[in-house]
């Protein structure tokens, strides 16, 4: 289970009204408990060593569990409307930003229109922030990750139509 699977099963827990959900796997086990205010939500990731024996979880496995094949049913549809888009994807791994400095506007926006070389983000990584730059030209029709988020190698970032 990567972290995006981590922060979706967050997200619908959160949302479920549920206070408290227990999923065990062969080789971890997450405990997520939501607190009075359905937009804060704790989770515990514990790895367990391949050796040890894993008991089942508890009846409240079976609400994420159903959840999972609905979420992945989602990207399809919207992969097939964003085809004739541009993706701008992450070059590192980092602590994405999306305004130079905490008291300056934000670099793009949805509608913006950008050129080859314009910075959309930048990127935190051990304390460096590199400067993103657009391959392409075009007007921003999505932004893909919240300002202050974690990326991944490759993730997508922002969508741009080129036309």
């Not at 937009?39 to 024996?53: N, R």
């Not at 994420?64 to 964003?82: K, L, N, R, Y």
């Not at 730059?133 to 300002?147: A, H, N, Q, R």
């Amino acid at each position: 289970m990567d972290i995006r699977e981590i922060q979706n099963l967050i997200k619908f827990v959160a949302k479920s009204g549920a206070t408290e959900v227990k999923l065990e796997m062969d080789d971890f086990k997450i405990t997520i408990k939501t607190t009075d205010t359905a937009a804060e939500a704790t989770a515990y990731v514990q790895h367990i060593p391949m050796g040890q024996p894993v008991a089942q979880a508890p009846v409240a496995q079976a609400a994420p569990v159903a959840a999972a094949p609905a979420a992945p049913a989602a990207p399809v549809a919207a992969a097939e409307d964003t085809s004739k888009f541009v993706t701008i994807k992450s070059p590192i791994i980092g602590t994405l930003y999306r305004k130079p400095s905490p008291d300056k506007p934000v670099f793009v926006e949805v509608g913006s229109t950008i050129s080859k070389g314009d910075v959309v983000c930048v990127i935190e990584a051990m304390k460096l922030f590199n400067e993103i730059e657009s391959e392409v030209s075009g007007k921003i029709v999505k932004v893909l990750v919240d300002d202050a988020s974690p990326v991944e190698f490759d993730q997508p970032l922002f969508l741009v139509d080129p036309s």
